[in-house]
């Protein structure tokens, strides 16, 4: 069973230094989402894919973010001049347009520290 | 904007017995979709439960069920025989039918204990 997964699992850098991160959804899922969650909160909407196509973006998502899925396959999430207020969990989620309630599937998170 | 609320930021329950965490939303639509997460320590979150707002039947997964009130917007997850194994963080999160925002939104969790 290949779920969502993500890469780098953690990740520490210094504020100022950009990073980027890569989410790899359950291959058949045509829609791919980006949350960010701090320590003790609910994940927070930042973005959304379908397929290629980014749909909707949270005001969250200021313009040192950037997010890409080039062939509506995996996705990446670039933070650029990173700032501490950036350090937090990276979850990526995965779903089906029509099936299970549109049910997302989680991977496991990148956690950014930024020292 | 929707939003949901979960009004206990941590609950414990004794191992075998059961547990109800609530989880309010606020929202204008009529027709929409309920989940219940769980995020055990260090490890990716999942899929508990989930209901449809047109369905008045409550939804149930083995021991775990869930108590809907469509009027109050209200949505309960019952925990029965509770094992340690459930001890996690429970996220309620809030989904709108429509095409656009295929976001989830959710609440700020309730973290459960288990005592042996």
């Known amino acids: 069973d290949t779920g969502v997964s993500q890469d780098p699992r953690h990740k520490i850098t210094k504020r100022g230094q950009n990073v980027t991160f890569r989410c790899d959804p359950i291959?058949?899922?045509?829609?791919l989402y980006w949350y960010r969650q701090t320590l003790g909160q609910g994940p927070e909407f930042l973005t959304y894919?379908?397929?290629?196509?980014?749909?909707?973006k949270s005001r969250l998502l200021s313009d040192r973010f950037s997010a890409e899925r080039p062939k509506g396959s995996f996705s990446t999430l670039e933070i650029q001049r990173t700032e501490q207020g950036d350090s937090a969990m990276y979850l990526c989620?995965?779903?089906?347009?029509?099936?299970?309630?549109?049910?997302?599937?989680f991977g496991p998170g990148t956690r950014l520290t930024v020292l | 904007a929707q939003t949901v609320t979960q009004s206990q930021p941590e609950m414990s329950v004794q191992e075998a017995e059961t547990v109800t965490l609530s989880c309010t939303y606020d929202?204008?639509?009529?027709?929409?979709?309920l989940f219940w997460y769980k995020q055990p320590p260090s490890r990716q979150m999942i899929l508990v439960i989930r209901?449809?707002?047109?369905?008045?039947q409550n939804a149930t997964e083995n021991r775990f069920s869930v108590n809907f009130q469509k009027a109050a917007k209200s949505f309960s997850l019952k925990i029965s025989d509770s094992q340690l194994g459930d001890a996690a963080m429970y996220f309620c999160a809030y989904r709108t039918v429509d095409n656009y925002g295929q976001n989830f939104v959710f609440g700020p969790g309730t973290r459960l204990s288990v005592l042996p």
């Open positions: 989620a995965s779903s089906l347009p029509r099936a299970s309630f549109g049910t997302q599937y």
């Open positions: 291959s058949e899922h045509n829609r």
């Open positions: 929202t204008s639509e009529s027709d929409y979709y």
């Open positions: 894919f379908q397929n290629e196509a980014q749909l909707e």
């Open positions: 209901q449809e707002a047109y369905k008045q």
